[in-house]
């Protein structure tokens, strides 16, 4: 086909959605997911408890890791208060183009910053070229094998600090079994799994949120 799914997924965003209107933004993309084609998004059902968590932890700062085409980017950055942003982290170039215009559609630049790389190689770099003590909040919706490594990388990097709250999507489907079992295992977590379903579809699904508790 001549263009990608982003690229369709962006066109219904410009087609349907208010520009500066977050919200409409999302429910373009939603609708555009569950009635023409299924996308990677985190979706309405686990949007609204991604959501509830971004509202009780008020984070300054947040991480994501995994932008796609900036569902969830715009999501989280439409209840940060003045002053906090969101980083978010995309190894994918086309993904990483289609994401700044749904982001810039919808009037949240300002609260966003979009770096593109490996999780792996710019995770190191973030206290010194982004000026970030350490995350409030990390969202981690990219490739499923990297959660953990890129946790404990966190951890190592000081980046994660008591109270930091991860939140895990897809820890079901497709699912992130060592990821899970460390997180839930570990004395220094505490975890809790919001049962779910995989975006637009009936399977099962959930996010693990996991509070880190300090050395
Ligand atoms: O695929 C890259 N990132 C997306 C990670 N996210 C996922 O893979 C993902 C997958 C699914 C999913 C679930 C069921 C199914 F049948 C198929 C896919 C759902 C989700 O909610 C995700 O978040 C990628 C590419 C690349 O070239 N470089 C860096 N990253
Ligand atoms: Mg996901």
């Known amino acids: 086909t001549r263009t990608s799914r982003p690229q369709r997924i962006l066109?219904?965003?410009?087609?349907?959605?208010?520009?500066?209107?977050?919200?409409?933004?999302?429910?373009?993309?939603?609708?555009?997911?569950?009635?023409?084609?299924?996308?990677m998004n985190v979706g309405d059902e686990k949007g609204s408890i991604l959501d509830s968590v971004v509202n009780e932890v008020s984070p300054v700062t947040v991480l994501e890791l995994g932008t796609?085409?900036?569902?969830?980017?715009?999501?989280?950055a439409r209840l940060l208060p003045p002053g906090a942003c969101v980083i978010t982290l995309e190894f994918n170039p086309d993904y990483a183009a289609i994401a700044r215009q749904v982001i810039k559609w919808s009037g949240l630049e300002d609260k966003v910053q979009l770096?593109?790389?490996?999780?792996?190689?710019?995770?190191?770099?973030?206290?010194?070229?982004?000026?970030?003590?350490?995350?409030?909040?990390?969202?981690?919706?990219?490739?499923?094998?990297?959660?953990?490594?890129?946790?404990?990388?966190?951890?190592?990097c000081g980046l994660i600090q008591k109270g930091t709250v991860l939140l895990a999507d897809n820890v079901i489907c497709p699912g992130t079994p060592d990821y899970l079992?460390?997180?839930?295992?570990?004395?220094?977590?505490?975890?809790?799994?919001?049962?779910?379903?995989?975006?637009y579809t009936k399977a099962e699904d959930g996010l693990e949120k996991s509070v880190f508790l300090g050395y």
């Open 68 to 76: 796609y085409c900036g569902y969830s980017t715009v999501r989280i």
């Open 11 to 39: 066109k219904a965003v410009q087609r349907k959605a208010t520009v500066g209107d977050p919200q409409s933004v999302i429910t373009a993309i939603d609708h555009f997911c569950r009635h023409r084609e299924w996308a």
């Open 115 to 156: 770096v593109e790389g490996a999780s792996g190689d710019c995770i190191p770099w973030m206290k010194e070229h982004f000026g970030v003590q350490a995350f409030d909040l990390v969202f981690l919706d990219h490739w499923k094998e990297r959660y953990l490594p890129d946790t404990k990388l966190l951890e190592e």
């Open 181 to 199: 079992e460390y997180v839930r295992n570990s004395p220094r977590y505490n975890s809790h799994y919001y049962r779910s379903h995989l975006e």
